[in-house]
Each structure stands twice: as structure tokens, then as C-alpha cells.
């Protein structure tokens, strides 16, 4: 499996999901919301989970969130990244969970409730920008 | 019409199981299966009418495995298909298999199974499609088990030596299996413990080793299995279950995000007529040791969030109360996507399991358990069967 995988992948859009990347681009995380029952969905799909409607705006998610889980990775499958790294599983405040990585503070540091909000990162080199979570901001 | 015992288990075959066997590949593995369940039935494969091949995932841009399969294997089948449900899948196909039986579009099925890790006519590579987890770092089935079992832990207090526990058995069980990967490799409970992080909090010994091999099971009516050479093996209940729970907390807003798999065990038991508290012997699927525990809550064996505390002081042992993966499981005999679990699960009721056969083993409750974890939304398939002999 060596030499597979030496650069991070960007992402790889479907048809649906494309304007969800394009947005990040503008720094912007956009979710989809059913305009019948009012179900935020994620990730981007045709029908409504729920009501299997197909009317759902893009609507800008508050980037709020906390985390549901998260692991550390020690020996990573392909050795583009440098281990120890995270991976969380958000749950934003409109109610969708999302993969993401938690920056801006050390790994032990993580933990599960921690209320984290959105920052974009540009892949290095790329055309890309990743929706990531940092601790949110301790109020004074 | 209940299909309860009208279809039954009468061939088996599980091919050696290694690390690395690179004599086959995965076709061949299959084929090695299948000799050995129509050799073990006592058929031959002019008996052979349907079959079903598990999807070796990891080769996904192949198709028509099972078409081919069948050319190969010499027999015209009147039912065939190849099944894709991740580590769900082995026990679904004998479930189609009793189905199709009983529509009446074949008399007999083989269902099979064939891995080779490192196939060398297949370029190793990543399918498109992961774009939600990959670009995160995120790969592969044991990040996304160690994301369910931090959540497990922070939920219900779940310990690692719990885990530890699973393996241990596991362990214990495939010492007394000479078929087994880990036949000869004793492991405690410390060296658990002591065992590196792979994706933390999963160890190494939480985690499958890579497994080339390959198996296969024959099902038939019942009426025709009375004539053949071993004692009838029943096909008496089974269910399934397929969601997203971990990232569709709205899928029922009433239960927790644990509960979605146990409808399909209520089914399988309420379809076979037994209770739960009648099986004698159990393979759960083990994929991880968090997998195994998950496996006990979707099956009601216990409350869900007490599968931790289930496994301690050896419960799941041969010799304690509830008799698991008596061959080793997943995690010491072989990641044979299950179907290890199920040919174990026939032994078992065959009485043929030598030093690690449960004593008049009568009932035998076997799961499946599929994650297909790096495109979204990240699923899981639960399968299950309940099998019994008079």
C-alpha cells in the first residue's frame, strides 16, 4: 500500500453534494433544510428522510456544535497524515452529526459534550476548504 | 406461512485460515469452500441449483462474481446472486438462500465466501465516493469502531478491560480450534492492556487481524435434509436491521441511537418460537471487540449499555454461562466476514467440536454485522439466525 495515498485526497463531490463544497469555498457550511417538515439533513440528498419531500433550501448552519465522539488515530491506513491526529463526529446545533477534525487546541484535550464552532481550513495547495471545529470560545 | 424450520444447514466448509495465503485468490477460496460444504452434505455439485456469493468488498469494481462463480464451479443454477451487506452478508444469504427455496425457484443452495487480502491481478486503490470522512483523515472500518466505542464508553461507562474480556474469550476459544489463525497463541487479559493503540480507544487486540480464506454453506428444504448424512440442522428464525444510527439521531426519536437492531432480534426470536434464555450456544459477530458487545444489546441478551459488565469474569466463555464464538471468532479464528461464525454455529448443533463443544448444544443464535462506514451516511447491517436440532 505504499506510496498510495502519500498527498491528503481532496474531496470528491456527487452531483448533490457539490454546491455544499462550493459553499465551503465561500467559508460558508450550508445544510439542506426540508421546507415541509422542517428536518436540517445532512449529508445532501435528494428526497427528505423523513417526509420524502424533495424541498430543501441551502440554508447557512450557525456553526455551532458539540462534539458526539471523536477517536484518536495511531496507525493510520494510508500514511498521509501524521499520527497521533483526531477525528471527531460533530453534532451541530440544527441537529445534523458530521466528520470533521478538532483544531485549535491538543488532543487529550478533547472530549465528549465539548462545545466547539466552525472554522474553514484550506488544504494546503488546493482549491479546497474543510469545515473544522475549534473549542468555542470561553465567555466573559 | 412461517418459513420456521422449513429450510436447513446440511453442508459446510471453511478453507485454512491465514494472514497471508497468497496460493488462491478470492474465486479460489470460494471454490475451496464449496467443494468442501457439497463434499461435507454429501451431494455433488449436480445437486447444486442456486447460488450466492458474498461480495468480496474490498474488490468492488468487479462484478458478476456470482455468475461467474457458478461457470466455474460446473452447476446450473436456477437462482443466483451476489450479496453485499459488509459483515451482515453470510448469514443473508442463507436467509435468501431458505427464501428461494421455498418460492420454489431452486432445491438446493450454495452460499459462499472467498477473501484474498492482497489479490494480485487487483491493483489496490481507493473507490471515489468518501468524501465526508477521507479528506479528515478518516478511513477504513476500525476509526469509525473507535468513534462507536468512545461513545459506548461515554454513554454506559464502558471499560476497555470489558473489551479485553471479548478478546480474551476469543482467544481462549481459538486455542482449542487447530483451524484457527491464533491456534497456539494464548493471550491474557494484560496483554490486552498492554497491546498498542491502533485508533484509540480501540487496541490492537480489540481490532481483526487481515484473514485469506475462504468457506461455504449448502441449504436445502428440510424434507430433503432427513435423507442426507448428518443430523438436520433447522433454519428456524431470523431478522435484519439496516440504518445509520450514530449519524440519524431523528430515525426514532424515542429511543436511544442503540435500539435500531432490536426489532430484527425480536423477529428472529418471535419467528422461531424460542426465548432467548433456550440458546445454547452463541457466534456474535466480533469484527472489534465493541462489535461483539453491541451484539449482545441488539440481540436482548442483555440491556443496552450493560453489554460491558455481560462479558466479565469469563461469562462468555466456554465453561461460563453463555457460551460465545466457540472457535474463536472473528478475532482469533479468522475475519471470515462471519462465515466462520455460521459453519461454527452447524458444528456446534452437530455435536462435532471436539474439546470446545458445548455439552448437548441444542440451539444456536448466530449475528452478522456489516459496516459500510466511509461513505455517507456511515451504516450499519445487522443480521441474525437462529438454527436447531431435534
Given at each position: 500500500m505504499a506510496g498510495l495515498l502519500l498527498d491528503k485526497p481532496v474531496p470528491t463531490p456527487s452531483e448533490d453534494s457539490k454546491p455544499f463544497w462550493d459553499a465551503c469555498r465561500r467559508q460558508e457550511l450550508l445544510i439542506q433544510r426540508c421546507q415541509d417538515c422542517g428536518y436540517f439533513r445532512f449529508p445532501p440528498s435528494l428526497l427528505c428522510p423523513r417526509c420524502s419531500t424533495t424541498n430543501a433550501p441551502w440554508v447557512k448552519a450557525s456553526g455551532k456544535a458539540r462534539v458526539y465522539t471523536f477517536e484518536i488515530t495511531h496507525r493510520p491506513l494510508y500514511p498521509a497524515w501524521d499520527p497521533p491526529y483526531n477525528v471527531a463526529i460533530v453534532e451541530l446545533e440544527e441537529g445534523p452529526r458530521m466528520h470533521t477534525n478538532i483544531v485549535g487546541c491538543a488532543i487529550d484535550e478533547i472530549y465528549v459534550g465539548m462545545p466547539v464552532e466552525l472554522v474553514f481550513e484550506k488544504?494546503?495547495?488546493?482549491d479546497w476548504y474543510l469545515p473544522k471545529f475549534k473549542p468555542t470560545a470561553a465567555q466573559s | 406461512m412461517s418459513l420456521r424450520d422449513q429450510c436447513a444447514i446440511v453442508g459446510v466448509g471453511l478453507t485454512k485460515l491465514a494472514r497471508k495465503n497468497p496460493d488462491r485468490s478470492s474465486v479460489g477460496f470460494a471454490l475451496e469452500g464449496c467443494k468442501q460444504a457439497i463434499e461435507d452434505a454429501g451431494l455433488t455439485k449436480d445437486d447444486v441449483d442456486g447460488l450466492l456469493v458474498v461480495h468480496p468488498s474490498q474488490q468492488g469494481?468487479?462484478?458478476g462474481w456470482a455468475g461467474r462463480m457458478a461457470d466455474l464451479l460446473g452447476i446450473s443454477s436456477d437462482f443466483t446472486a451476489t450479496v453485499d451487506c459488509g459483515g451482515a452478508t453470510p448469514i443473508v444469504t442463507v436467509q435468501m438462500a431458505a427464501m428461494a427455496i421455498h418460492a420454489g425457484m431452486c432445491k438446493t443452495v450454495l452460499c459462499c465466501y472467498g477473501w484474498q487480502n492482497?489479490?494480485?491481478d487487483v491493483p489496490m486503490g481507493l473507490p471515489p465516493g468518501f468524501e465526508f470522512t477521507l479528506p479528515y483523515g478518516e478511513i477504513g472500518a476500525t476509526p469509525f469502531m473507535a468513534q462507536v466505542a468512545r461513545r459506548h464508553m461515554h454513554e454506559f461507562g464502558t471499560k476497555s478491560m470489558q473489551l479485553g474480556a471479548v478478546a480474551v474469550a476469543c482467544r481462549k476459544h481459538a486455542c482449542l480450534?487447530?483451524?484457527?489463525?491464533?491456534?497456539g497463541k494464548p493471550m491474557t487479559l494484560e496483554d490486552h492492556q498492554n497491546s498498542r493503540w491502533v485508533v484509540e480507544p480501540l487496541r490492537l487486540f480489540d481490532c481483526c487481524d487481515w484473514t485469506d480464506g475462504g468457506g461455504a454453506v449448502v441449504v436445502t428444504s428440510a424434507e430433503r435434509a432427513q435423507d442426507l448424512r448428518h443430523p438436520t440442522v433447522y433454519i428456524s428464525g431470523w431478522g435484519q436491521a439496516h440504518g445509520a444510527p450514530l449519524l440519524r439521531p431523528w430515525r426514532n426519536p424515542d429511543s436511544s441511537d442503540w435500539e435500531l437492531w432490536s426489532r430484527a432480534s425480536e423477529t428472529a426470536f418471535k419467528m422461531a418460537g424460542?426465548?432467548?434464555?433456550?440458546?445454547?450456544?452463541c457466534q456474535l459477530y466480533d469484527a472489534f471487540t465493541i462489535v461483539f458487545l453491541l451484539q449482545l444489546e441488539a440481540s436482548g441478551f442483555c440491556k443496552v449499555g450493560e453489554s460491558g459488565p455481560f462479558v466479565e469474569d469469563g461469562s462468555v466463555e466456554l465453561g461460563g454461562e453463555f457460551p460465545c464464538n466457540t472457535a474463536g471468532g472473528l478475532l482469533s479464528e479468522g475475519h471470515t466476514m462471519g462465515f466462520g461464525h455460521v459453519v461454527e454455529a452447524v458444528r456446534q448443533l452437530r455435536r462435532a467440536c471436539g474439546e470446545r463443544q458445548v455439552k448437548d448444544a441444542k440451539i444456536a443464535y448466530v449475528t452478522g454485522f456489516g459496516g459500510v462506514v466511509n461513505e455517507y451516511p456511515p451504516t450499519f447491517s445487522f443480521s441474525n439466525l437462529i438454527l436447531r436440532r431435534e
Open positions: 488544504l494546503e495547495g488546493q | 469494481e468487479r462484478h492482497a489479490p494480485a480450534n487447530p483451524n484457527a489463525q491464533f491456534f424460542v426465548r432467548r434464555k433456550d440458546v445454547d450456544v
